[in-house]
């Protein structure tokens, strides 16, 4: 009896040890909330009762060992058994905590549960992953992590161990063997009817780890119950949402199946086109014939519209970008396809979308299948191509996606000398352009046309950079990559190519909004696309919905190369292809077009921004995403 009701206590004690995390999160992050919470005394019994569900099958999952190794204690010596609990103990609190930690760090930044992504970079490349964070924040982690894992450990272990009295040689008894009457009978007997419940216990935590016998299985969308994101974040258990992503990741044609798979090819076809009947020149006449100009991609990090002058609130922050833009063709109705660098890297070279729960470049067998600007201009106009960060090539899996591409250099923070390694990113951005502008200066000559990619990191956390104009550190950041996009362009101006180059200026992801907006506002991802250089024809503002998987299609359409492998992608300049964004945040996506801008939440199952013609492109979004699945799962 006494096994049976410490098996019971482990389990509570898993549940209360998740049941605490909620009040803890809501205190810790009440700052980084987007939607303001008026109370949260208040509001934390709906965050405890709603997230129950999802704590009690963890507990379950972790109480399942526990449960076999008791049955074990009652059959075998006590010795033998007890280091590997306290072992399995030890292991535990390291998740429990660890899950906990990163979920609270990492939420003001990201503003979602804890899922695989922090693993990915992590591993991929460790230093970048922890370059937004200062030495002191790491030691202090540490030193939190370590104690706060000895003290659930402790909790753990202790919670039953004075009470328990185990005999040296098994389950409550003494040696057998050692007196007039062992009762063989009676002891065997008794530890069959303990294994017996034991067992039955064990095999009941299937229904909490489930969530009941219903047709759906637990999943993190349970705890969504509120029209505040915040308020459903907090319901989250991290560790359940942490194992939830990792184990869903592969088995993608299974995800996502909102309606049969005739409906969303029909729904599908109606918003692809690869034509390019009717496309609108944006480049001058001689750059149109020839076909072949220098093009320059300047990929910003973490910029926005919100921060040009002509576009958004702030003034004085894109003043050099907005100049650029007035002189060069500005899309005005453009967004960002999603919230991080790998995710919108792919979206603009290969015009491929992001996924919401994902990132393709995780596996470098489907990068290796994806279309690319690079490699279809190197075989159609024998262009040479060459790609330039100042960071670590290898984060996310980047070299393997850009090699695949087909980029014949890759210029990264290994080709640079350790003093020009300013910055936790690596090389500033201001250093980085200048090798840049140094090799097209030597290139002058060079008979084939160029594709040069640039990519910045400087404005991005800890927002550290030689620059010092504006008080707030993350403008003051924005404002410094925004100087260095002005001094490209003027160093640029200089040079014989520029009557033939043709720059284009596209953010990686949003970044650069209003601190209070969420993933639920449409604003939050409009971003600039501006096409600039001697090779355009003319200064214009284009009103066309786009995002940035349109990129490809578009700059290829302008140039007369072939793009039917970028099925995705739409030349936004073609009155033949349908007009309108798509765009994928974390379980969540949204697409924008004339008659309606729609926001659909995936883990609440409702819709959560809905403006123009209700529900319009609600069908529409679904059968996209579900088309994009499909294509990841065959890849």
């Known amino acids: 009896?006494?096994?049976?009701?410490?098996?019971?206590?482990?389990?509570?004690?898993?549940?209360?040890?998740?049941?605490?995390?909620?009040?803890?999160?809501?205190?810790?992050?009440?700052?980084?909330?987007?939607?303001?919470?008026?109370?949260?005394?208040?509001?934390?019994?709906?965050?405890?009762?709603?997230?129950?569900?999802?704590?009690?099958?963890?507990?379950?999952?972790?109480?399942?060992?526990?449960?076999?190794?008791?049955?074990?204690?009652?059959?075998?010596?006590?010795?033998?058994?007890?280091?590997?609990?306290?072992?399995?103990?030890?292991?535990?609190?390291?998740?429990?905590?660890?899950?906990?930690?990163?979920?609270?760090?990492?939420?003001?930044?990201?503003?979602?549960?804890?899922?695989?992504?922090?693993?990915?970079?992590?591993?991929?490349?460790?230093?970048?992953?922890?370059?937004?964070?200062?030495?002191?924040?790491?030691?202090?982690?540490?030193?939190?992590?370590?104690?706060?894992?000895?003290?659930?450990?402790?909790?753990?272990?202790?919670?039953?161990?004075?009470?328990?009295?185990?005999?040296?040689?098994?389950?409550?008894?003494?040696?057998?063997?050692?007196?007039?009457?062992?009762?063989?009978?009676?002891?065997?007997?008794?530890?069959?009817?303990?294994?017996?419940?034991?067992?039955?216990?064990?095999?009941?935590?299937?229904?909490?780890?489930?969530?009941?016998?219903?047709?759906?299985?637990?999943?993190?969308?349970?705890?969504?119950?509120?029209?505040?994101?915040?308020?459903?974040?907090?319901?989250?258990?991290?560790?359940?949402?942490?194992?939830?992503?990792?184990?869903?990741?592969?088995?993608?044609?299974?995800?996502?199946?909102?309606?049969?798979?005739?409906?969303?090819?029909?729904?599908?076809?109606?918003?692809?086109?690869?034509?390019?009947?009717?496309?609108?020149?944006?480049?001058?006449?001689?750059?149109?014939?020839?076909?072949?100009?220098?093009?320059?991609?300047?990929?910003?990090?973490?910029?926005?519209?919100?921060?040009?002058?002509s576009m958004g609130s702030y003034k004085d922050v894109a003043v050099c970008l907005d100049s650029i833009a007035q002189q060069s063709i500005l899309f005005t109705r453009f967004y960002a396809n999603s919230f991080r660098t790998d995710r919108g890297l792919v979206s603009i070279l290969s015009g491929y979308p992001a996924q919401p729960t994902t990132s393709i470049m995780r596996y470098p067998r489907k990068t290796s299948q994806l279309p690319s600007i690079a490699r279809n201009l190197a075989k159609y106009k024998n262009y040479k191509t060459t790609y330039y960060y100042g960071g670590d090539a290898d984060f996310c899996n980047m070299r393997s996606y850009l090699v695949s591409q087909g980029y014949q250099h890759i210029i990264s923070d290994a080709n640079f000398p350790i003093e020009d390694k300013l910055s936790k990113w690596g090389v500033p951005d201001h250093i980085l352009a200048a090798k840049m502008i140094e090799d097209i200066k030597a290139q002058q000559n060079e008979k084939h046309p160029m594709l040069r990619i640039l990519q910045t990191s400087s404005s991005h956390e800890p927002f550290e950079v030689p620059y010092h104009r504006l008080k707030d550190k993350r403008l003051n950041a924005f404002a410094y990559t925004d100087s260095v996009m002005g001094a490209i362009v003027r160093e640029y101006r200089k040079l014989p190519r520029w009557k033939n180059t043709l720059i284009v200026f596209v953010p990686d992801h949003v970044g650069g909004y209003k601190e209070q907006l969420n993933d639920h506002d449409r604003s939050r991802y409009q971003i600039p696309l501006i096409l600039a250089g001697g090779a355009i024809s003319r200064p214009m503002k284009v009103g066309i919905i786009g995002s940035q998987h349109d990129i490809a299609a578009t700059l290829l359409g302008q140039l007369g190369v072939e793009h039917r492998e970028f099925t995705f992608s739409k030349n936004m300049m073609s009155d033949a292809t349908p007009k309108f964004a798509f765009f994928a945040v974390n379980d969540a996506f949204g697409i924008v077009s004339e008659e309606n801008s729609l926001i659909y939440d995936n883990r609440a199952k409702r819709i959560v921004y809905d403006k123009g013609d209700k529900g319009f492109n609600l069908k529409r979004g679904q059968a996209y995403l579900q088309k994009l699945y499909d294509d990841l799962a065959k890849k």
């Open 1 to 309: 009896m006494k096994q049976i009701i410490w098996f019971v206590k482990t389990y509570a004690t898993f549940v209360v040890l998740f049941v605490l995390q909620k009040p803890l999160f809501l205190f810790l992050e009440k700052g980084s909330a987007t939607q303001p919470v008026d109370n949260i005394f208040t509001e934390l019994p709906a965050v405890i009762w709603h997230g129950l569900p999802l704590d009690l099958s963890m507990a379950g999952y972790l109480s399942v060992i526990p449960g076999l190794l008791s049955i074990a204690v009652v059959w075998l010596k006590r010795d033998l058994v007890k280091p590997i609990m306290n072992i399995y103990f030890i292991i535990a609190s390291l998740f429990i905590t660890c899950s906990f930690l990163l979920n609270t760090s990492l939420y003001p930044y990201w503003k979602y549960p804890l899922d695989s992504t922090p693993l990915f970079y992590f591993f991929t490349s460790p230093a970048d992953a922890i370059a937004s964070v200062s030495i002191w924040q790491v030691i202090l982690s540490i030193v939190i992590l370590i104690v706060l894992t000895i003290g659930v450990w402790f909790t753990l272990r202790m919670r039953g161990e004075k009470r328990q009295q185990y005999s040296r040689y098994g389950y409550g008894y003494g040696r057998l063997g050692s007196g007039k009457r062992n009762r063989f009978d009676d002891f065997d007997r008794h530890r069959g009817r303990t294994s017996i419940i034991l067992l039955l216990l064990t095999g009941l935590l299937f229904l909490p780890i489930r969530g009941g016998i219903t047709v759906s299985t637990m999943n993190t969308g349970q705890a969504y119950y509120s029209q505040n994101a915040f308020l459903n974040h907090s319901a989250v258990n991290p560790l359940f949402s942490l194992m939830e992503s990792i184990t869903h990741q592969e088995d993608f044609a299974s995800q996502y199946r909102f309606m049969k798979d005739k409906e969303a090819d029909k729904i599908f076809a109606t918003m692809t086109s690869t034509s390019d009947e009717n496309t609108y020149p944006l480049l001058n006449e001689a750059t149109f014939k020839k076909g072949t100009p220098d093009i320059l991609i300047v990929i910003m990090e973490s910029f926005a519209s919100d921060i040009m002058p």
